[in-house]
Protein backbone atom coordinates (compact mmCIF):
# COMPACT_ATOMS: atom_id res chain seq x y z
CA UNK A 1 0.00 0.00 0.00
CA UNK A 2 0.78 3.51 -1.04
CA UNK A 3 1.18 5.38 2.31
CA UNK A 4 1.75 9.62 2.30
CA UNK A 5 4.89 10.48 4.26
CA UNK A 6 3.67 14.26 6.04
CA UNK A 7 7.20 14.85 7.07
CA UNK A 8 8.50 15.34 3.13
CA UNK A 9 5.76 17.19 2.16
CA UNK A 10 5.03 21.16 3.61
CA UNK A 11 2.15 21.90 5.97
CA UNK A 12 -0.58 23.77 4.42
CA UNK A 13 -0.37 26.79 6.98
CA UNK A 14 2.74 27.12 5.12
CA UNK A 15 1.72 27.06 2.02
CA UNK A 16 -0.89 29.80 2.54
CA UNK A 17 1.81 31.92 4.06
CA UNK A 18 3.46 31.32 1.28
CA UNK A 19 0.85 32.67 -1.37
CA UNK A 20 0.05 36.05 0.75
CA UNK A 21 3.76 36.58 0.68
CA UNK A 22 4.03 36.52 -2.85
CA UNK A 23 0.30 38.41 -3.07
CA UNK A 24 1.70 41.48 -0.80
CA UNK A 25 4.97 41.42 -2.69
CA UNK A 26 2.97 41.05 -6.16
CA UNK A 27 1.19 44.48 -4.68
CA UNK A 28 4.33 46.18 -3.57
CA UNK A 29 5.55 45.53 -7.16
CA UNK A 30 2.22 46.77 -8.54
CA UNK A 31 2.77 49.90 -6.23
CA UNK A 32 6.04 50.42 -7.68
CA UNK A 33 5.49 50.13 -11.10
CA UNK A 34 2.52 52.97 -10.31
CA UNK A 35 5.41 55.54 -9.29
CA UNK A 36 7.22 55.02 -12.21
CA UNK A 37 4.45 55.44 -14.38
CA UNK A 38 3.21 58.23 -12.99
CA UNK A 39 7.00 60.33 -12.53
CA UNK A 40 7.29 59.55 -16.61
CA UNK A 41 3.72 60.65 -17.35
CA UNK A 42 4.26 64.14 -14.98
CA UNK A 43 7.88 64.07 -17.59
CA UNK A 44 5.77 63.74 -20.62
CA UNK A 45 3.14 66.56 -19.09
CA UNK A 46 5.88 69.28 -18.65
CA UNK A 47 7.41 68.30 -21.58
CA UNK A 48 4.61 69.03 -23.83
CA UNK A 49 4.00 71.85 -21.77
CA UNK A 50 7.01 73.79 -22.76
CA UNK A 51 5.74 74.40 -26.41
CA UNK A 52 2.32 75.36 -25.55
CA UNK A 53 3.62 78.00 -23.13
CA UNK A 54 5.98 79.51 -25.61
CA UNK A 55 3.82 79.59 -28.53
CA UNK A 56 1.06 81.27 -26.11
CA UNK A 57 3.84 83.94 -25.06
CA UNK A 58 5.22 84.23 -28.42
CA UNK A 59 1.48 85.09 -29.64
CA UNK A 60 0.64 87.14 -27.11
CA UNK A 61 3.93 89.52 -27.88
CA UNK A 62 3.88 89.30 -31.18
CA UNK A 63 0.08 89.77 -31.65
CA UNK A 64 0.43 93.55 -29.46
CA UNK A 65 3.74 94.65 -31.40
CA UNK A 66 3.46 93.18 -34.64
CA UNK A 67 -0.54 94.15 -34.97
CA UNK A 68 0.37 97.79 -34.25
CA UNK A 69 3.14 98.15 -36.78
CA UNK A 70 1.59 96.00 -39.68
CA UNK A 71 -1.47 97.52 -39.61
CA UNK A 72 0.08 100.66 -40.52
CA UNK A 73 2.12 99.73 -42.87
CA UNK A 74 -0.92 97.83 -44.41
CA UNK A 75 -2.69 101.00 -44.53
CA UNK A 76 0.88 102.83 -46.10
CA UNK A 77 0.90 100.40 -48.74
CA UNK A 78 -2.91 100.00 -49.75
CA UNK A 79 -4.09 103.96 -48.85
CA UNK A 80 -7.89 103.04 -49.56
CA UNK A 81 -7.60 100.34 -46.68
CA UNK A 82 -8.72 101.66 -43.28
CA UNK A 83 -6.74 101.10 -40.22
CA UNK A 84 -9.67 98.33 -39.01
CA UNK A 85 -8.85 96.21 -42.11
CA UNK A 86 -5.29 96.62 -41.35
CA UNK A 87 -5.55 95.05 -37.80
CA UNK A 88 -7.97 92.95 -39.29
CA UNK A 89 -5.29 91.08 -41.32
CA UNK A 90 -2.53 91.35 -38.96
CA UNK A 91 -4.72 90.06 -36.14
CA UNK A 92 -5.99 86.98 -38.67
CA UNK A 93 -1.96 86.15 -39.61
CA UNK A 94 -0.93 86.04 -35.97
CA UNK A 95 -3.99 83.92 -34.39
CA UNK A 96 -3.40 81.43 -37.36
CA UNK A 97 0.29 81.32 -36.23
CA UNK A 98 -0.80 81.14 -32.58
CA UNK A 99 -3.48 78.63 -33.22
CA UNK A 100 -0.49 76.14 -35.00
CA UNK A 101 1.82 76.44 -32.01
CA UNK A 102 -1.64 75.19 -29.75
CA UNK A 103 -1.86 72.26 -32.03
CA UNK A 104 1.33 71.19 -31.87
CA UNK A 105 1.12 71.37 -27.91
CA UNK A 106 -2.16 69.29 -27.88
CA UNK A 107 -0.51 66.96 -29.98
CA UNK A 108 1.76 66.24 -27.47
CA UNK A 109 -0.70 65.73 -25.09
CA UNK A 110 -2.61 63.63 -27.07
CA UNK A 111 0.15 61.21 -28.08
CA UNK A 112 0.62 60.15 -24.57
CA UNK A 113 -1.91 59.25 -21.52
CA UNK A 114 -1.68 60.83 -18.65
CA UNK A 115 -3.06 58.29 -16.45
CA UNK A 116 -0.85 54.97 -15.76
CA UNK A 117 -3.48 52.85 -16.94
CA UNK A 118 -1.31 49.26 -16.88
CA UNK A 119 -0.39 50.15 -13.32
CA UNK A 120 -4.13 50.33 -12.43
CA UNK A 121 -5.34 47.73 -14.01
CA UNK A 122 -2.89 45.32 -12.79
CA UNK A 123 -3.35 46.62 -9.49
CA UNK A 124 -7.18 46.07 -10.07
CA UNK A 125 -6.62 42.61 -11.29
CA UNK A 126 -4.46 41.93 -7.87
CA UNK A 127 -7.02 43.15 -5.76
CA UNK A 128 -9.84 41.10 -7.38
CA UNK A 129 -7.72 38.00 -7.17
CA UNK A 130 -6.85 38.82 -3.65
CA UNK A 131 -10.19 39.24 -2.49
CA UNK A 132 -11.41 35.95 -4.08
CA UNK A 133 -8.85 34.62 -1.56
Same mark, same amino acid.
Given at each position: ?????????????????????????????? *???????? #??????? #??????????? *??????????? *???????????????????????????????????????? #??????????????? *???????????
Amino acid at each position: MNQLQTDSQPAMTTLVTGIIQDAQDLMQQQ *LRLFQVEV #KNDLRQT #KEASVPLAIGA *LITLVGAVSLA *LAAAHLLVWIWPTLDLGGGFAIVGLVLSVVGLSFVLWGKC #KFDSFNALPDKSLAG *LKENLQWKTKM
